[in-house]
């Protein structure tokens, strides 16, 4: 399997996030994308988790800041059981 090329480097910043049973994961999903950034995401109902990325729009500093943003507003908000993220990196 080859890896694709992107027409051009942008940044990301992927999180895996647990949810409590009570919760439907197809609704966590609509509420993340309230922050107006490329998602991808998939989800793992046996283990309650939801595994993503947020995408910025480009290489630029300000989309990196965003992420940073996104992040912080997450780590405060009480939508997940636990949020994990990793670092915010350059994609290519």
Do not use: C
């Amino acid at each position: 399997m080859t890896r694709r090329k992107l027409d051009r480097p942008r940044w990301s910043l992927r999180y895996v996030a647990t949810y409590s049973p009570k919760d439907n994961p197809n609704r966590l999903v609509v509420r993340l994308q309230r922050f107006l950034l490329g998602h991808g995401w998939f989800v793992l109902a046996e283990r309650k988790e939801i595994h993503g990325t947020f995408y910025g729009d480009d290489g630029a500093l300000s989309s990196k800041q965003r992420l940073g943003q996104v992040r912080k507003e997450l780590r405060a908000s009480d939508l997940f059981r636990s949020i994990r993220f990793f670092r915010i990196r350059l994609t290519t």
